[in-house]
């Protein structure tokens, strides 16, 4: 504190030691001052540090926890069946009330029935399917009238249809060749024992077909098959079944061989992989299934889809680079760093030309605005459902009409998220979740821009994702036995259902009729065999079979 002028001494060297004093408080308050403003700025930064840190980590958890009980694919399945469950049991319930309610109308002459507080009128039904076989079931009339005992002429019947269905039936073929003896030279004649699908032919190519179908579509592990059929009267043992799907799949291989060649003649390409488990020693160890997908439908393509499976027992780089050894066209797939040797300028045959899915990267945005409500986020989903909702306005047109529409119609949308993606992200901190989402689009932005100078590519890998989904419907299923042939095997099955699917073909029916043919099939002519070439078979023809 300075003292009064009154209180200053006259005395100079009074005077200089005064302010030479000062000067020293001074000083040391102002260390001190500084001191405390640096301490507190060191707090505030450790407290800023941990908010983010606590920020970071609660996103980590709801992420997390957004996984294991949000909207996954397989959350929503579990609460769809559950509401369907609900509706069903509602309109079991409504069923049974409306039955009493119907008894007393009719009782009483009425049209309509009164349910509670609405009226119900009686229910329009749909005709059953007229292709079902029908047989006519007629109730004997009075032999005369009822009321006279005079004569009675028809004047003509009502129909009642009612829907009914046979229990599977079981039989045995007994394949007879009958032997003959010529009465000249003594010489025995019988003809030649027919192809059988599998060795010994135990089994029918229906029955066989059921069994594949039953395994890798409906996801029934053969055990379980097995004890469905001993309660129908038919003991077939696991191993057999296991025997019967081995040989089954040799039987079918070159089929397989002849689409994945197909596929692999595509212009452009769908692929992905997804997990399974496989039952090695003494654990469970996981393994790969990865699918690769021929669909030209979205630019108008005429040649049918089609998609080919692969197993591997792990997810290295090698794998994709084996199975597309000798590809060179374009690749939509997500940011998977084993396919990086595709795209390799100098790679033989060819490099592979990438296109990114534009699906996985609004993904990342869609749970940042949906767990830690980010607006950045929330935007950045906005602006690419535009591009999305624009693309989907010309699914279906030409090569040559989508590129048009794509570069006037979507590629300013595309520019304009890219300049506000850039402007954004060199305002946040690399820790930053949503710039790690950023990060992901604007490092690839070649591949996820090149849709626009490409009529054949697609926005979304959304084609392979769709062929892996039911192989993760049947994953607890996937348990092979201490061996990777299981997995192969499946994966050569599922091509082959995969495709009929995407033909429109009933996959059970389709391999029970190749089953029948194929071992006596002209090598040459495999092709006829394929799903878009094939015809189902006239019920004349299955019988004579």
Known sequence: ?????????????????????????????????????????????????????????????AKFNRERFGQSSERSRQILDQLELQLEELQTGAAEDEKAAVVAAAVAGQDETVVQSFRRRKPIRAPLP?????????IPGPCSCPACGGKLSKLGEDITETLEVVPRQWKVIQHVREKFSCRDCEKITQPPAPFHPIARGRAGPGLLAMILYGKFGLHQPLHRQSEVYAREGVNLDDSTLADWVGSATATLMPLIEVMRAYVLRAARLHGDDTTV????????????????????????????????????????????????????????????????DLYLPGRKPGPVTEAACWSHSRRKFFVLADVAKSPMALEA??????????????????????LAARQDLIAPLVTELERWMRAERAK????????????????????????????????????????????AVGRRNWTFAGSDRGGERAAAIYTLIATAKLNDL??????????RRINDHPASRLDELLPWNWRKPEPAAEQAA
Not at 49 to 60: G, V, W
């Open 130 to 138: 007229e292709h079902l076989p029908r047989e006519r079931v007629v």
């Open 506 to 515: 009933d996959p059970q029916a389709w391999l029970a009729d190749v089953l």
């Open 428 to 471: 946040l901190s690399r820790h930053n979740e949503v710039a790690k989402a950023m990060d992901y689009m604007l490092k690839r932005w070649p591949a996820f821009a090149r849709f626009l100078g490409d009529g054949r590519i697609c926005l979304s890998n959304n084609a392979a994702e769709r062929e892996l989904r039911a192989v």
């Open 381 to 402: 989903v906005r602006r690419i459902d535009a591009i999305f909702a624009s693309e989907r306005e010309i699914n279906g047109r030409s090569a040559a009409e989508r």
């Open 277 to 340: 488990p496989v039952l090695a020693k003494g654990k469970t160890a996981t393994g790969r299934i990865w699918t690769y997908v021929r669909d030209d439908r979205p630019f108008g393509g005429k040649d049918p889809p089609a998609a080919i499976f692969f197993y591997s027992r792990d997810r290295s780089g090698q794998h994709p680079n084996r199975h597309l050894a000798d590809y060179a066209g374009i690749l939509q797939a997500d940011a998977y760093a084993g396919f990086n």
């Open 1 to 61: 504190m300075t003292p009064p002028l009154d209180d200053l001494p006259d005395n100079i060297e009074a005077l200089k030691a005064m302010l030479l004093a000062e000067r020293t408080v001074s000083k040391m308050e102002r260390d001190a001052r500084l001191k405390a403003e640096t301490e507190v700025a060191l707090a505030a930064a450790r407290v800023s540090s941990a908010e983010a840190m606590i920020e970071h980590l609660k996103l980590l958890i």
